[in-house]
């Protein structure tokens, strides 16, 4: 599994009322909820991301409340991966059960910039970034989070094993 695409970058403690904005919680749908992906940190996200990019972030991506929305309109919007030097760890269970890959590694996470371009390896944890030909070692998955992540989520996968 791989993920190849434009880094969008951002900085520490990036919450998941910036990830989505709880006034917009009350919307069902996935994608339209998407629509509003990061838009109180970086309100042209949704119309510049495209399928397969990447967000790089630093210190304690996804801190806040709880909500499962936030990995799920990251991931709707065509996200591959986040790559962060740490994630809160709500937002890292939530993103695993929602099938949005997610990498720490600190020193990609710090010299990596808005704009590279970007490969992920999930079976090596090898990070590239093929603008500046530097690469990084994240921790690979483990084979049953790739099976998760395959699945598209936590759900997907149980049901694929009964």
Not at 2 to 19: C, E, F, L, P, S
């Amino acid at each position: 599994m791989n993920a190849k695409g434009r880094a969008y970058k951002y900085g520490d403690n990036v919450d998941t009322d910036v990830i989505i904005p709880a006034r917009y919680l009350a919307i069902q749908d996935a994608k339209e909820l998407s629509e509003h992906c990061m838009e109180d940190i970086d309100k042209e996200f949704v119309n510049k991301v495209k399928k397969g990019d990447l967000i790089i972030a630093g210190k304690n991506f996804g801190c806040g409340s709880s909500r499962e929305h936030a990995p799920l309109v990251i991931k709707t919007c065509g996200v591959s991966c986040v790559i962060a030097e740490t994630f809160a760890r709500i937002f890292y269970r939530n993103a695993i059960n929602i099938g949005l890959p997610i990498i720490e590694c600190p020193e990609a996470s710090q010299d990596i910039k808005d704009g590279d371009e970007i490969e992920v390896d999930f079976d090596s944890g090898r990070i590239s970034n093929v603008t500046t030909g530097r690469s990084y070692k994240g921790q690979p998955f483990p084979a049953f989070m790739q099976k998760i992540i395959e699945n598209e989520g936590l759900v997907n996968y149980i049901n694929s094993q009964a």
